[in-house]
């Protein structure tokens, strides 16, 4: 049996693990484009930053493709894949065969054509190559940079700057930041805190036209006319699977898969960023691109490809980020009024002047998503009453209290979590029920009601 995997990232390690786990023989061959070491992307940011040393980005051992009987074939793109005749192309012009090939290629970099030239200081902040190039300017005394885009990679690749030394500006077309990751209030705290952090963040502004000088970024002028002057330009105008190698499988946003990460051809599979799963919250497919999805993903994939059959439930859409020392979270479905689903219902709990906004969003008993900044509370607890859609019962008007019904549901997840007890979770509560007067550990009914307001 030959293995193929097209990548060599969060997914492409989770695969080879479990492949080897069950086939120890079988043959595995692994091609990446990017010339490095297997390493954590999530890292490029804190390399920037000066948080993190070059000999912290591995994300595992060196010795980790020959342990694990890998021909690792890195810096080497694939070109085409044929899915009919099972074989890939490299850029080289040589094909190699397989009988099952996983791709996971992960997401690709868009940007506008205004700022996709070839310019010394324009940068895209998506690989350790970008962050390389980004030292380099550092180091040869750039210290202006503009970062086009305000989503999570902007975000973090201005703040990485401005810990690096730079002055930093960050333009945005939309009219505010972080739109694919938070709602309009929790965003408006953070444009706050970015501000206050140092940054300078300019909203419903677009990048009109590149300034460079032989050869070199020297500026951008904006919509209005507005010129800045920059040694770094970052364009995190945005991200999507890339499907440069998806040919004729079948494909919405991403690779669509099945639950077992089979392709619409059954030898071909796709896990990670590239691929478009089912929806924990939702129940439908979509791309939640995140680090330990793509790693879980390529795991359960690999068991499927070396002949385990494992299903994978789904993934949750999951945001973590730190601004001035500030931790923001969002999870699921953030922002109801963006979803094409009516029927959510929302409680908040928020105090500006501590930086702290939380939020859960219920549908039909259940949690659908949350937000969480400046105060964690239970954040954990909710990630999994959102993966596993369990019925929040009494739950749902005490996770924010942080009240006693709480630390009940808490126990009994540990029991049911690390000592394997079965716990029967009440099939029909809704906090709208006329309540119980008495708490019955059983039946997990309510002792009193919650009269504090939200
Ligand atoms: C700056 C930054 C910060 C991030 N921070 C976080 C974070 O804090 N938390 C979090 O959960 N996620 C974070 N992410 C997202 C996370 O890195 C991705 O979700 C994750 O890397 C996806 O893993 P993957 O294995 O699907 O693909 P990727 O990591 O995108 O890897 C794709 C692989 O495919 C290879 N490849 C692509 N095309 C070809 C080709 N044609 N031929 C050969 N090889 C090819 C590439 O070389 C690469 O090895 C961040 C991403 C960035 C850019």
């Known amino acids: 049996m030959h293995y193929v995997i097209v990548g060599n990232s969060a997914a492409a390690v989770g ?17 990446s484009a990017e010339a490095e070491h297997v390493y954590s992307r999530p890292l490029i940011a804190h390399l920037v930053a000066g948080e993190v040393k070059e000999n912290q980005m591995a994300y595992r051992p060196a010795d980790f493709y020959t342990a694990h009987s890998v021909r690792a074939r890195l810096g080497e793109r694939v070109s085409a894949v044929d899915c009919a005749r099972r074989r890939v192309t490299l850029a080289s012009g040589e094909t190699i065969g397989y009988d099952r090939l996983l791709l996971t290629t992960g997401s690709a970099v868009t940007r506008p054509s205004v700022l996709d030239r070839q310019l010394e200081g324009l940068v895209t902040f998506q690989t350790y190559a970008d962050a390389r190039k980004v030292l380099a300017l550092l180091r040869a005394g750039k210290r202006q940079a503009v970062v086009v885009g305000a989503g999570l990679i902007g975000l973090r690749a201005a703040d990485a700057l401005k810990k690096a030394g730079a002055a930093v500006t960050v ?48 500026g951008v002028v904006l919509d209005d006319g507005e010129k800045l002057a920059c040694q770094i330009l970052v364009a995190a105008t945005g991200v999507k699977p890339d499907l440069a190698l998806a040919g004729d499988l079948a494909t919405d946003h991403g690779i669509l898969v099945n639950e077992y990460f089979q392709t619409s051809y059954s030898t071909v599979y796709a896990a990670g960023d590239v691929a478009q799963t089912r929806d924990l919250p939702r129940g439908v497919p979509r791309v939640n691109a995140n680090w330990p999805n793509a790693h879980a993903q390529g795991r359960i994939a690999g068991l499927n490809m070396a002949g385990r059959p494992t299903p994978y439930p789904g993934s949750l859409g999951m945001n973590t980020v730190t601004f001035g020392g500030v931790p923001v979270i969002s999870l699921g479905v953030f922002d109801p009024e963006a979803e094409e689903e009516k029927g959510y219902e929302v409680k908040i709990r928020k105090n500006p002047d501590r930086h702290i906004y939380q939020k859960l969003v219920f549908k039909e008993n259940r949690l659908k998503g949350a937000i969480f900044i400046g105060d964690l509370g239970y954040c954990g607890a909710v990630k999994d009453m959102i993966a596993e859609q369990l019925l929040t019962g009494i739950i749902k008007d005490a996770i924010l209290e942080e009240k006693y019904q709480l630390y009940g549901f808490l126990r009994k997840r540990r029991a049911e979590k690390l ?36």
């Open 419 to 454: 000592e394997g007890k079965q716990i029967r979770w009440p099939e029909s509560y809704t906090s709208a029920q006329k309540y119980v007067k008495s708490f019955n550990e059983e039946t997990w009914t309510e002792r009193e009601r919650d009269l504090r307001p939200w």
């Open 15 to 31: 695969a080879v693990e479990s492949i080897r786990r069950v086939d120890p023989r079988g043959e595995i061959t692994v091609l």
């Open 171 to 218: 333009v945005e077309f939309l009219p505010r930041v972080l739109t694919r990751v938070l709602d309009a209030e929790a965003s408006a705290l953070v444009e706050n805190l970015l501000r206050e952090s140092g940054l300078n963040v300019l909203t419903g502004r677009a990048v009109r036209e590149v300034l460079a000088r032989e050869g070199a970024v020297s």
